[in-house]
Nanobody, 125 residues
């Protein structure tokens, strides 16, 4: 059974930093893209960042570019998200996701087959 488990969420003041981690088990995703999405109350789930299967290519939403960094350890089947200069508008539940095939599309949640349960990130002003 495939499982993605996120950790590292919490409460932080604006301008602070948090690091999220996601550990995958049940199958290897070393040949597929993995990414992070988030969903704020009353809003749709939105793309945050993604890493290609090799980790050689990374993709970011404009709203987090320059502040967030996605990292990947394919050997360990894990990905991370370093979040700096956090803003109140970054408050959301953050989800780790993994693709089950190579779609070449990283920003759409519909191209991801596996999801974690989510971890809450709250940024106070």
């Amino acid at each position: 059974q495939v499982q993605l488990v996120e950790s590292g969420g919490g409460l932080v003041q604006a301008g602070g930093s948090l690091r999220l981690s996601c550990a995958a088990s049940g199958r290897t995703f070393s040949r597929y893209a993995m990414g992070w999405f988030r969903q704020a109350p009353g809003k749709e789930r939105e793309f945050v960042a993604a890493s290609s299967w090799s980790g050689g290519s990374t993709y970011y939403a404009d709203s987090v570019k320059g502040r967030f960094t996605i990292s990947r350890d394919s050997a360990q089947n894990t990905i991370g998200l370093q979040m700096n200069s956090l803003k109140p508008e970054d408050t959301a539940i953050y989800y780790c996701a993994a693709q089950g095939s190579n779609t070449g599309i990283y920003h759409s949640p519909h191209t991801y087959n596996y999801w974690g349960q989510g971890t809450q990130v709250t940024v106070s002003s």
